[in-house]
């Protein structure tokens, strides 16, 4: 039988207030939902500007528990609505830590799992160890009405081998909330590079495990509280690629953005009896993957 997953995207340019970005978004998801979404894929830490441009204690108040009066919302959101919400929050698990945390809803309301980021940036502008512990969940699918749902957050889209535990462990289709943007003073030839390289990468976990992918990024231009930068100028590009790495849509740079995607979810199974590329796996080789580097 076909099986039709329809999944939204909302990529969109946020301010200072959180509540108006919330209640932004809330309204996207609405619009989403009345065009017959299943699966709605937000950016990553959705409710508030990128803070990790700067290294300040005082925005550790921005963080949220999990469960809690956030979660709620969200959670009350998807339920009213029936569909499946995967959102990404800034998790306050006890005095002192934190976590970039992706937390999925089901259709009933309920938390139907977490993620927690594992691969944490530290860069010029995106200071997130200052903020973020790495996560302790490992990679694991989150299940739900709609299928296995390998969720993963932004840093953690360059690294095939989180997108391939996730394949292993039956993940259905990899999704990425992200914030990436441009450094102002590279060029414009450097700028695309960049932006070509974070989609190649992802299209090519797409192939490499024979699974479709969703990532959705933010847009707009944020400026560096501190002013030691010209800020990020967020490269939007959210996209949805088939188990080939085929676009089955692809959204501007500079432009918020909601839309539905449909993926056929029963190909995978076939790309991979094209390919079988976990059947063909030399794992009796491979131990040396768990090494920093090999000298």
Same mark, same amino acid.
């Given at each position: 039988?076909?099986?039709?997953?329809?999944?939204?995207?909302?990529?969109? *340019?946020?301010?200072?207030?959180?509540?108006?970005?919330?209640?932004?978004?809330?309204?996207?998801?609405?619009?989403? *939902?009345? !065009?017959?979404?299943?699966?709605?894929?937000?950016?990553?830490?959705?409710?508030?500007?990128?803070?990790?441009?700067?290294?300040?204690?005082?925005?550790?108040?921005?963080?949220?528990?999990?469960?809690?009066?956030?979660?709620?919302?969200?959670?009350?959101?998807?339920?009213?609505?029936? $569909?499946?919400?995967?959102?990404?929050?800034?998790? !306050?698990?006890?005095?002192?830590?934190?976590?970039?945390?992706?937390?999925?809803?089901?259709?009933?309301?309920?938390?139907?799992? #977490?993620?927690?980021?594992?691969?944490?940036?530290?860069?010029? /502008?995106?200071?997130? #160890?200052?903020?973020?512990?790495?996560?302790?969940?490992?990679?694991?699918?989150?299940?739900?009405?709609?299928?296995?749902?390998?969720?993963?957050?932004?840093?953690?889209?360059?690294?095939?081998?989180?997108?391939?535990?996730?394949?292993? #462990?039956?993940?259905?289709?990899?999704?990425?909330?992200?914030?990436?943007?441009?450094?102002?003073?590279? =060029?414009?030839?450097? #700028?695309?590079?960049?932006?070509? /390289?974070? $989609?190649?990468?992802?299209?090519?976990? *797409?192939?490499?495990?024979?699974?479709?992918?969703? *990532?959705?990024?933010?847009?707009?231009?944020?400026?560096?509280?501190?002013?030691? =930068?010209?800020?990020?100028?967020?490269?939007?590009?959210?996209?949805?690629?088939?188990?080939?790495?085929?676009?089955?849509?692809?959204?501007?740079?500079?432009?918020?953005?909601?839309?539905?995607?449909?993926?056929?979810?029963?190909?995978?199974?076939?790309? !991979?009896?094209?390919?079988?590329?976990?059947?063909?796996?030399?794992?009796?080789?491979?131990?040396?993957?768990? !090494?920093?580097?090999?000298?």
């Amino acid at each position: 039988m076909d099986r039709k997953l329809r999944v939204g995207i909302i990529q969109q *340019a946020n301010g200072a207030d959180v509540v108006a970005n919330r209640n932004k978004l809330i309204e996207k998801v609405h619009m989403l *939902a009345k !065009r017959g979404v299943d699966l709605i894929v937000n950016q990553e830490l959705h409710d508030s500007l990128y803070f990790c441009q700067t290294e300040n204690v005082d925005l550790c108040d921005l963080a949220t528990e999990i469960p809690g009066y956030v979660t709620d919302i969200y959670g009350k959101l998807a339920g009213e609505l029936g $569909i499946v919400i995967v959102t990404s929050l800034f998790e !306050r698990r006890a005095p002192g830590l934190y976590h970039n945390t992706a937390v999925v809803f089901e259709r009933d309301g309920s938390i139907a799992g #977490k993620y927690r980021k594992m691969h944490i940036p530290d860069d010029p /502008a995106y200071y997130e #160890k200052f903020y973020f512990t790495p996560g302790d969940i490992g990679f694991e699918p989150i299940d739900t009405s709609v299928g296995k749902l390998g969720v993963l957050v932004c840093w953690d889209q360059w690294y095939p081998e989180a997108a391939r535990l996730m394949a292993l #462990k039956g993940a259905e289709i990899l999704i990425y909330p992200t914030a990436i943007g441009w450094e102002s003073s590279d =060029t414009d030839e450097e #700028k695309e590079r960049q932006r070509q /390289a974070w $989609i190649t990468v992802q299209r090519g976990h *797409a192939i490499a495990n024979g699974l479709p992918v969703v *990532a959705v990024n933010r847009t707009g231009h944020e400026p560096d509280p501190s002013k030691q =930068t010209n800020g990020i100028q967020f490269w939007g590009s959210s996209f949805v690629a088939g188990p080939q790495g085929e676009f089955l849509f692809s959204a501007p740079c500079n432009e918020d953005v909601t839309s539905v995607v449909e993926i056929d979810m029963k190909r995978s199974e076939q790309v !991979r009896r094209w390919w079988p590329f976990l059947r063909d796996r030399r794992i009796d080789y491979y131990g040396g993957l768990t !090494r920093r580097f090999i000298d």
